[in-house]
């Protein structure tokens, strides 16, 4: 159980938030009146008043709001947190989405101190049931009443996508086959076939946004610029070899080229991460192979199950 010590918003982006004491919250959007509220998953930020207090015994001298979060609370460690977490304060349901964010540039705090606690101990949260959360106001973890959905990005990598000379085929039609399967599927990332910024894109969603399955399509090949496999397997902490084997062990009953394939199949903390070919046909009988196959993996991850045996 924890206690709000403060609500917190400002009027526009950029400059540090100020305690209102009260807010509404509105579902699917943020407080009323922040300016960071919005239809994304970053509606409302959240601090435990313990880690403001640790640096500020370094000489820091904030106040709450001041890093930019919308809600200061004694009692929680957010980081120690999963995504998917379910808050209750009062009629409000909060459901966590990110921990800890990208800083672009450098805050006054960080000019002073050298650091800044925001990037790695603050935490998002979407609002799924609206009402006001006031100062004082007690805030517990709520057990979920139903299994949450799997949750995917698709990542393109494609230079002439990614300036704009030709559709991306491949990346909705993934998504779409995703999202009928039932998945969650929460961005969809257009990226030019450049290793580093792959890889940024899949340690941000693997880490921040904890997703259960991330698919990439595209730079699986011999072109000097398909630079995929090596970008995946670079940021992985274990890897999934069988996966990639399966797939080509099919597509080469259909095609010969399959064993030109470099993709790879990893494990990042507790995502999945499968390498696609570029083509939509190509994509869709390469998810025939695992489609049934990986939400054991996935729930093994979540260590939701249990592995087992054939009998």
């Known amino acids: 159980m924890g206690k709000v010590i403060a609500v917190c918003t400002s009027e526009k982006r950029g400059i540090q938030k100020h305690d209102v004491n009260s ?89 002073k101190m050298g650091d800044c606690i925001m990037p790695r101990e603050g935490v998002f949260a979407r609002v799924l049931e609206p009402g006001t959360i006031s100062v004082g106001d007690e805030m517990t973890i709520e057990p979920r009443t139903k299994e949450r959905p799997w949750q995917a990005a698709v990542i393109t990598l494609s230079d002439k996508g990614a300036r704009g000379e030709r559709e991306d085929k491949s990346g909705p039609a993934i998504a779409e086959r995703l999202k009928a399967a039932g998945y969650d599927v929460v961005e969809q990332i257009l990226l030019a076939d450049e290793p580093s910024a792959l890889k940024a894109q899949l340690i941000r969603l693997c880490d921040q946004r904890q997703l259960d399955l991330i698919l990439t399509t595209g730079g699986t090949g011999f072109s000097p610029r398909d630079n995929t496999p090596e970008a995946t397997i670079a940021v992985a902490t274990r890897l999934a070899p069988g996966i990639a084997e399966a797939i080509r062990a099919e597509s080469l009953k259909i095609t010969k080229h399959a064993m030109l394939s470099r993709s790879a199949s990893v494990i990042r903390g507790k995502t999945l991460i499968i390498n696609l070919p570029g083509s939509p046909k190509a994509c869709m009988e390469s998810m025939d192979v695992f489609m049934d196959t990986i939400p054991h993996a996935m729930g093994l991850l979540r260590n939701e199950v249990q592995d087992c045996a054939r009998t």
């Not at 403001?52 to 904030?62: D, H, P, S, T």
């Not at 979060?69 to 209750?88: K, Q, Y």
Request: aromatic share 10%; charged share 20%; hydrophobic share 40%.
């Open 23 to 111: 807010g509404y919250f509105a579902a699917e959007w943020g407080i009323d009146s922040d300016a960071h509220a919005g239809h994304w998953h970053r509606q409302v930020s959240l601090l435990s008043a313990d880690k403001i207090e640790a640096f500020n015994q370094k000489g820091a001298g904030v106040i709450p709001g001041a890093f930019g979060e919308n809600l200061v609370v004694e009692g929680f460690d957010f980081r120690s947190l999963p995504v998917g977490t379910l808050l209750r304060c009062g009629e409000v349901l909060l459901e966590m989405t990110q921990i800890g964010k990208e800083c672009h540039s450098h805050c006054e705090i960080y000019k």
